[in-house]
């Protein structure tokens, strides 16, 4: 099936027979259909959402979607258009609800366990341990780290006291997380 | 869930699809506000001058772009529930030039028409919303089976069309033509509610 300007799309020659037979039942065509679409899917919404942990969650409802709008799909017509608005729309849809939730990061356990409040009575070495790594992170990524737990501002307060946007105070912040892992790993 | 196991499952799900044809979708919406245009005419009775006033040019003109707009944005509702569709880029020129022309053409009118005296007022809005009702329940029911990627456009579209057909159906049977209350009473309302449309479409062409 050719594009606009006569080039073969080759995503459009892959697809689009599988789409077909994929709409007259052939089950083993369907499974085809769906990996072949999560493969491009997976692609999109890498770039979409630079790699975000919840990439597959994302990928897995585009899958759903394409199952749920398959009637919508006219087979005489090319199907990368069709799939490219769908995988569109999930994706926006997502980042709108990251964005609606950016006030209020989710922050895995995992990435802040080692600085949240803890018994220095009983650990006092791991205290030590911690403030020693910390001291090593740049100021911007202290001040940030400091504004997010030690004075447990939200990511809209934080942005706004150390002038910055709140994208690049998550970004500060998930770097400075990759730091202490690897400071403390290396103690550890 | 990983997403092989999720695979699996659609898979074996998998049978025949039938295709909702764009096209029928079209037609069917017309055909629905055709007959809510003929039973509500019939019922309520064409307006007494419609004898005289389907010979006049302007009458007659603004009928014909009221019947485009109608068109127009009935295509561009159903467009918008089929993904590959829904940018179509004519059918939304269909719609601007309808809209223009139109409002070109009352914009002309409420200069300089001499009133007829016919103050439009609540009841115009009522029979609006009445000629209205089966179009809009029918778009409800039909858009909400396909997929729309954009809720909130599609809602308001919907009702657009809707609306655009109860405005048609109230020159059928409402004489006289005060363009300045026509703009307050027919018009301006039908804008608020689109932006109702627009808003509980978020909630109801989910998927």
Known sequence: MATKNNQKNPNEERLHPLFVKAMQGDQRAYADMLSAVGDLARGYVKRKTGGNSQAEDVVQEILISVHKALPTYDPERPCMPWLATIMHFRVSDWLRKQYAAGAHPSVPIGEVEFFLAADVTTSPFEYEYVNKAIGNLSPKQQAVLKAMYHEEMTVAEASEKLDMSVSAVKVTAHRAYKVLRQELAKEA | MKTEELISELSAQAAPVKTQSYVRSCVEALLVAGFSMVVLSDYYGLRPDFDSKIAEPLFQLELL???????????????????????????????????????????????????????????????????????????????????????????????????????????????????????????????????????????????
């Open chain 2, 65 to 207: 772009l009221n019947l485009f707009f109608v068109l127009s944005v009935g295509l561009l509702a159903n467009a918008s529930a089929f993904p590959d569709r829904a940018f179509s880029p004519r059918i939304k020129r269909a719609v601007i030039s309808a809209f223009v022309a139109y409002s070109a053409l009352i914009l002309y009118l409420t200069l300089n028409v001499t009133s007829d005296h016919h103050d439009h007022g609540i009841e115009c809005l009522y029979k609006i919303l009445i000629y209205a009702a089966i179009p809009v329940a029918w778009m409800l029911w039909k858009l909400r089976r396909l997929a729309s990627t954009n809720p909130a456009f599609t809602g308001c579209m919907a009702s657009l069309f809707a609306l655009s057909v109860g405005a048609l159906g109230v020159r059928l049977i409402e004489s006289g033509m005060n363009a300045h209350t026509l703009i307050f009473w027919h018009y301006l309302p039908l804008i608020l509610l689109c932006a109702i449309g627009s808003i509980a479409g978020k909630k109801m062409f989910r998927w």
